[in-house]
C-alpha cells in the first residue's frame, strides 16, 4: 500500500499574543499557505489548510514534499515560532471532496504523535515520525537544521528564501518552478534607488542530485554576485551576511535530510 506525509503545523504560545497581532499572524499564514499550495500542487493530496483553532494540516503524496513545505512555510512567516509534525504512513480512510481534516490513516496517527511530542519537548520544535529505525537521524538533522536558522537575522532569512527561488532545493517534480518565483512577493529588502527585483527574468536552476560520500550541493558558486546585482548592494556584504546566517550549511542540511528521508 502506498504512503504518504501528513504535515500539521500549530503556533507556539498563540494565547500570548494579543487579538490584534492574532489577526495579522492569521492573514500572513493564509496568505503563505495560498502561495505554497500553488508551488506544491504536484506533490499535495489534499492542500494545507485551517483545521481547528491555529493548527493547520495538509496530506502530501511523500515524507520529502511535506518537509519541503514547512521548510518554506517557516521561511515566510519568519521569526514566528511553530511546532509542527510531519507522520508517514498509510492513508486508510479517504473521503472523496473533503478536506484534509477529514481523511485518516497511520500517516495522521503518526503526524499526531510527532506534534503532541514536538509540544511536551524542550529541544525539538518539529518531529518526523514513521516508525521506522532512521527516525532518530532524520530527527536530529532537522533537529539541527532549526537550530541553525532560528539564529538567523531577518535579512538573513530573506537572503536564504531568495537563494532558493534561484537555486531551489527540491527533487523530482515536488514543486512547480513557475509559482516558485511568487515567494519573491514576501521578501523586503532596503533596496537603493527603488530597485524593484523584476519577476518575470530571474533564472531558475534546479537542484540535482549528485552521488558523493559529502553533501556540498547546497553552496552556488556565484551566488552572492547574482544577489548583489539583484539588490544592488555590495557582493562583500551578501557574502558576509550568507556566511553569518550558515545559508550554505543550512541547504546542505536540508539535502541531507531529503537523502535521510529517501531512504524510510
Known amino acids: ?14 494565547r500570548s499574543y494579543t487579538i490584534q497581532d492574532r489577526n495579522n499572524i492569521q492573514n500572513s499564514i493564509l496568505n503563505s499557505i495560498k502561495i505554497l499550495n500553488k508551488i506544491f500542487e504536484n506533490s499535495i493530496e489534499k492542500e494545507v489548510e485551517f483545521s481547528a ?18 521548510r ?7 521569526p514566528i515560532e511553530i511546532h509542527s509534525g510531519i507522520g508517514f504512513g498509510t492513508w486508510d480512510i479517504k473521503v472523496d471532496n473533503a478536506s484534509s481534516t477529514a481523511q485518516d490513516g497511520i500517516a495522521y ?4 504523535k510527532a506534534i503532541d511530542e514536538a509540544k511536551k519537548s524542550l529541544e525539538y520544535s518539529v518531529l518526523f515520525y514513521s516508525k521506522d529505525k532512521n527516525d532518530t537521524i532524520i530527527n536530529s538533522l532537522i533537529n539541527s537544521n532549526n537550530l541553525l536558522s532560528t539564529k538567523q537575522s531577518k ?6 528564501l531568495l537563494a532558493e527561488v534561484l537555486y531551489p532545493i527540491a527533487s523530482k ?7 516558485l518565483k511568487e515567494l519573491l512577493k514576501f521578501l523586503q529588502f532596503e533596496k537603493k534607488d527603488d530597485f524593484v527585483i523584476d519577476i518575470d527574468y530571474l533564472p531558475i536552476a534546479r537542484q540535482l542530485d549528485k552521488e558523493n560520500f559529502y553533501i556540498t550541493e547546497g553552496k552556488k558558486r556565484g551566488l552572492s554576485t547574482q544577489i548583489s546585482k539583484l539588490l544592488g548592494v555590495s557582493r562583500q556584504s551578501v557574502e558576509k551576511a550568507i556566511k553569518s546566517g550558515n545559508v550554505y550549511e543550512l541547504r546542505n542540511l536540508t539535502i541531507a535530510i531529503l537523502q535521510a528521508m529517501n531512504s524510510i
Not at 155 to 160: E, K, P, T
Open 72 to 78: 518554506l512555510f517557516s521561511m515566510l512567516i519568519f
Open 1 to 14: 500500500m502506498k504512503n504518504y506525509s501528513v504535515l500539521m503545523i500549530d503556533l507556539k504560545n498563540s
Open 155 to 160: 535579512y538573513q532569512n530573506n537572503l536564504m
Open 109 to 112: 496517527h503518526n503526524a499526531r
Open 53 to 70: 483553532g491555529d493548527e493547520i494540516q495538509g496530506l502530501f503524496t511523500s515524507a520529502q514534499s511535506a518537509y519541503l513545505y514547512y
Open 173 to 179: 517534480d515536488i514543486i512547480d518552478y513557475k509559482n
